[in-house]
């Protein structure tokens, strides 16, 4: 650290910038404090940078002085343009299109300050505010105070500096904080600022304001959905995650469910299958498809079951059936077995198309097979 001459006050701690035109230090008061911290512009006095010296000459000594505008002085062939200085989040970090997720209408506020800040400053020459409207240089505290880095680095950068750049910069600045609402097709009236910006067409920052307050309350009337769907893509990790983390605990609870049906399953009482009596056969079912349903054909006695093995149906008989195609090795009573679920049938299907039970069937050919409660019903008349 080195103690100026004759500004036993200041001591530097680093430098910003620094080239043959200009050099930016940070210096502190008395105690290396963040509220006793400064900015510096060291500047050759000479010829040609007289104009900018004037301009700061005014600016240091105007009614109208600039609230942060510490101290002004020539010192070693230099001289110094002194501001305070506050090390905090600049606006675009803290604006990002990934990080900002504060609401619009505290987004505007923010912006209308700055705007007020800038036009304070707007006696500045126009190359230190070209410099200190560059997005970069303007700061939002923990306590939501805006705070300028006067920092010129760039003030030779470009001799002929004009208004326009000003405005190109504050268009950023713009674009930075509203830069949600400003990639919106429809939000013309935010474009339309954001144009004239860009092209430097504005004659005050007041102007400027005006149609910005405009256009933000057109955006505020029409960007609520867009606004929602921001702030999901905001947080679209978030969601993700605990979209896996409910198909995880789906996965879990199905699981679980699973394994509890499994070890009640034998626990539980069977279902009571009701019993419908036909004369003397008995069968279970309902009245959507009776040709699949178990049917009884429990006998009252040992003659009456040896009666009814013997099944014959004519074999025009008129009675529902389907139609079956013989498959390679089938017999009727492999067909009644797989059919029916009972071989004590096979009398009645080979009755029904004119075969004899042990017949040997041919491939491919159409066998005719009666509903097995139509069956039922005739046998029980």
């Not at 400053?121 to 939002?140: E, Q, R, V, W």
């Not at 268009?171 to 144009?195: P, S």
């Not at 960007?223 to 921001?230: D, I, P, T």
């Not at 014959?312 to 139609?323: F, M, Q």
Request: proline share 2%.
């Amino acid at each position: 650290m080195q103690n100026l001459k004759n500004m036993s006050d200041y001591t530097l701690i680093g430098t910003l910038h620094a080239d043959e035109n200009i050099e930016v230090l940070i210096a502190f008061k008395e105690e290396n404090t963040p509220d006793n911290l400064y900015i510096m512009n060291k500047i050759p006095f000479i010829r040609k940078n007289m104009e900018i010296f004037k301009s700061f000459f005014f600016c240091f000594n105007s009614k109208n002085k600039i609230k942060d505008f510490e101290d002004l002085f020539v010192l070693d062939k230099n001289f110094y343009a002194v501001f305070k200085y506050k090390n905090c989040e600049n606006i675009k970090s803290k604006f990002s299109k990934e990080l900002c997720v504060t609401v619009f209408e505290e987004r505007c506020v923010f912006l209308e300050k700055i705007l007020m800040k800038l036009n304070t400053l707007s006696i500045l020459p126009i190359g230190a505010l070209a410099c200190i409207t560059d997005p970069k240089n303007i700061s939002i505290d923990s306590e939501k105070k805006i705070h300028i880095t006067y920092n010129f680095g760039n003030i030779f950068k470009n001799e002929n500096y004009s208004m326009a750049d000003v405005y190109k910069n504050i268009g950023n600045i713009i674009f930075t904080i509203l830069q949600v609402e400003a990639e919106v097709k429809y939000n013309k009236a935010l474009h339309i600022v954001l144009d004239k910006c860009k092209n430097g067409v504005y004659s005050s920052i007041p102007e400027l304001t005006v149609d910005l307050k405009r256009a933000e309350k057109i955006s505020k009337s029409t960007s609520l959905l867009s606004y929602l769907k921001y702030q999901l893509s905001l947080r679209q990790n978030i969601i993700t995650k605990a979209t896996e983390y409910a198909a995880a605990l789906a996965v879990v609870f199905g699981l679980t469910y699973l394994g509890y049906r499994t070890i009640t399953k034998n626990t539980q009482p069977a279902a009571s299958v009701q019993v419908v009596s036909i004369g003397d056969i008995n069968y279970t079912g309902d009245s959507e498809d009776e040709s699949d349903k178990e049917i009884s054909t429990e006998k009252k006695s040992v003659q009456k079951e040896a009666v009814k093995n013997e099944i014959n149906l004519s074999p025009g008989l008129d009675i529902e059936y389907e139609d079956y195609i013989i498959q390679y090795g089938d017999t009727i009573s492999s067909i009644c077995e797989s059919y029916y679920k009972d071989t004590n049938l096979e009398s009645a299907v080979a009755s029904f198309n004119n075969l004899t039970a042990n017949e040997k069937l041919v491939a491919g050919s159409l066998i005719k097979l009666p509903n097995k409660t139509a069956i039922a019903l005739y046998t029980s008349n």
